[in-house]
């Protein structure tokens, strides 16, 4: 979004053709960055033929849960497929490019971007045990999901504060 204060150093998107739209861009306070894994943005979309982001020099950690359709992730020069019930944890600083999947009829997904506190040594320990791959399977996509949503809804509302940056960061924590 426009309103974003999170700038990559570049950024390439189209993102004309997405439906079931829903984004926020968290508000958090300057303790809650100071201290704490953080929310920077949060929501949920379907992206259609096309639509695709390349990016890299964001201070982000992104998490992106498939939950209909396919996308497709390059990352450290590697392609990955990201199906139903798969998810890929990235740095952004590092280029990437994600797409929906050509034979796909959309890619939809819930997203967080996250950064802060002990993001660094979570993904890096998430890499380590799954082998040095962004991608990984869930047994629960659902409840993955409904972390997201719920990340989305306590910054939907006009509510910036410290107790529900705390709040946020625990449930980054749970996911």
Known sequence: PAESPYRSESLQCFMDDVSDFRWIVARTTPQARAKFVYVQEAGAFCGYEGCYTRRHGLASYLLKVTTAGEGLLRYDGVDYRVPVGSFFWIDC???????TAPDAACWAMA?????????????????AQNSYSPVGTLA????????????????????????????????????
């Open 111 to 127: 997203c967080l971007h996250f950064h802060g506190g002990v993001s660094k040594p979570y993904y890096d320990s998430f890499m």
């Open 140 to 175: 629960d996509p659902e409840a993955a999901v409904g972390l997201i949503t719920q990340m989305t809804d306590i910054y939907a509302g006009a509510c910036y504060d410290f107790a529900t940056d705390v709040r946020a960061a625990a449930i980054i924590t749970a996911l």
């Open 93 to 99: 600083q590092k280029p990437q490019y994600y797409v």
